[in-house]
DNA sequence: CCACTGGCCATTGTGTACAATTACAGTGTT
DNA sequence: AACACTGTAATTGTACACAATGGCCAGTGG
């Protein structure tokens, strides 16, 4: 609370200062990475004054990046009541998982026909980045990376509202897996992102679609959104009691 | 130019001050409908001040405003250089039709499964306003309604993420329609919207689906974006010097 | 002892001043 | 005459101050 994480503050617009809007995306990038990764539980109330003074900008800046975070759905925006990490209920995790499917389908079908070869070549570089998260025990950094890879699919895939829409899905995804999902099992294997690379480079588009429709199915089995989750949606309900007492260190390590 | 289109700006904090955020949705609102009933052109500037003076509020509202407005896609923020209205290329035109055919096949048959009998009510009166607003001549209006028909349709599919990406395909849509199409017809016929509406009713998946693909084809076939459309893109592409320049010499640099 | 009401405090919402960047125009040079 | 440069004006980006809302707690009455 009293530790800055960086100055950051400083050199108003040196570094790549061409474009404005760098703070923002530094701090929108740090709040997202930390909610990811868990280091800010659902419900974990995002105080402007306090995050103003944990990145050294003012208010307005925080602010704007809190309501990009609440467009794409990971933080809650409750209006005069300041801002919330956002802890999805089971029918809404059912949603975006409904929607990912679609979303993914058509994404698969796209990126089949107009992925580059160095489209690809980064793609299989986002796997072995993913892996070794994974092989190093970091678990947030491999949710992360995970959803990027979904992302630069649906970049392959060349239509701009698409890319926009399954931001936001990713990001939804990553905040319920981090939620949801039990704990032992690596949450997306990278072996079925390099099959689906595979698929994809070979332009196999029905083999590419199995595969990714496989890999969905993959990844809702492995949470617990059936009826015994009801613990876990417990925790979620009253995770904002938890937090109100005594914050432990929501933004400690950020 | 130094008109107050209308006062409207009302006592501050009186009337139904006690929602905050309702400053916003107005000034959005007009804002949203000035664009897409054409009042506002493509590629005109969106200068902060002077909307603020416009709708009584500084400019941290309208900020606000348009931050959204181009989260939606029909306002493009400039870093530095201020906000102008969209001015969706051939392209990016196509891609959004891409995506709405994906996202209504999905909501229709989401809606046939979920719609209930209110909600079918409520469909039915917005094809009647639709058919009045065309009666009555007003296109502007007309297209609007049309676009919160889709929305109406896609909250009827219960999905909230889709709803979401639904509102942004639609404004979208609507601003590529106001920009594009062939003046001599109406956009989007209210016959097939109540054929829709009908099949829904009886639960006909595969009839509503298919109803809806023709319609979505019937939408875009009444655009000109084909090659011969090159004027009116030219036009686009060079209205922002017909708005910071006198009228006497639109186009003096060509 | 419990419930309700009133005021206090913390936090967000809004307006505004200032700083910085960009565009434009005028001037000078080649 | 055309191009480049510099100074100025206008507009956006950021920070901050103040107002208002909502929650919390104490005090009071039943």
């Known amino acids: 609370m009293n530790e800055q994480l960086q100055?950051?503050?400083?050199?108003?617009?040196?570094?790549?200062?061409?474009?404005?809007?760098?703070?923002?995306?530094?701090?929108y990038a740090h709040?997202?990475?930390?909610?990811?990764?868990?280091?800010?539980?659902?419900?974990?109330?995002?105080?402007?004054?306090?995050?103003?003074?944990?990145?050294?900008?003012?208010?307005?800046?925080?602010?704007?990046?809190l309501s990009r975070l609440a467009h794409e759905g990971v933080v809650l925006l409750r209006p005069n009541r300041g801002a919330v990490v956002a802890s999805p209920s089971v029918e809404e995790a059912r949603q975006v998982f409904l929607a990912r499917r679609l979303v993914e389908r058509a994404i698969t079908e796209l990126a089949v026909q107009h992925a580059t070869a160095e489209e690809i070549a980064e793609l299989r570089q986002m796997v072995d980045d993913e892996r070794?998260?994974?092989?190093?025990?970091?678990?947030?950094?491999?949710i992360r990376l995970s959803g990027e890879f979904h992302l630069k699919l649906a970049e392959a895939a060349k239509n701009a509202p698409l890319i926009s829409f399954q931001r936001?899905?990713?990001?939804?995804?990553?905040?319920?897996?981090?939620?949801?999902?039990?704990?032992?099992?690596?949450?997306?294997?990278?072996?079925?992102?390099?099959?689906?690379?595979?698929?994809i480079e070979a332009r196999n588009a029905e083999l590419a679609v199995d595969l990714m429709m496989h890999h969905m199915n993959h990844i809702d089995s492995k949470l617990n959104l059936d009826e015994e989750s009801a613990s876990d949606d417990l925790h979620a309900v009253f995770s904002h009691l938890l937090q109100t007492k005594k914050p432990g260190r929501p933004v400690a390590k950020l």
């Open 7 to 27: 100055p950051l503050k400083k050199q108003p617009r040196a570094g790549k200062a061409g474009r404005s809007g760098t703070q923002d995306d530094i701090v």
């Open 31 to 65: 709040i997202f990475e930390a909610i990811l990764e868990q280091r800010l539980a659902p419900g974990t109330k995002l105080s402007e004054e306090a995050l103003g003074e944990i990145f050294g900008v003012s208010r307005t800046i925080i602010r704007r990046a």
């Open 132 to 142: 070794d998260s994974f092989s190093r025990g970091d678990r947030g950094a491999g």
């Open 168 to 199: 936001s899905l990713v990001s939804q995804t990553s905040l319920i897996i981090a939620q949801y999902e039990s704990g032992n099992r690596s949450h997306c294997s990278y072996d079925e992102h390099t099959q689906l690379i595979n698929a």
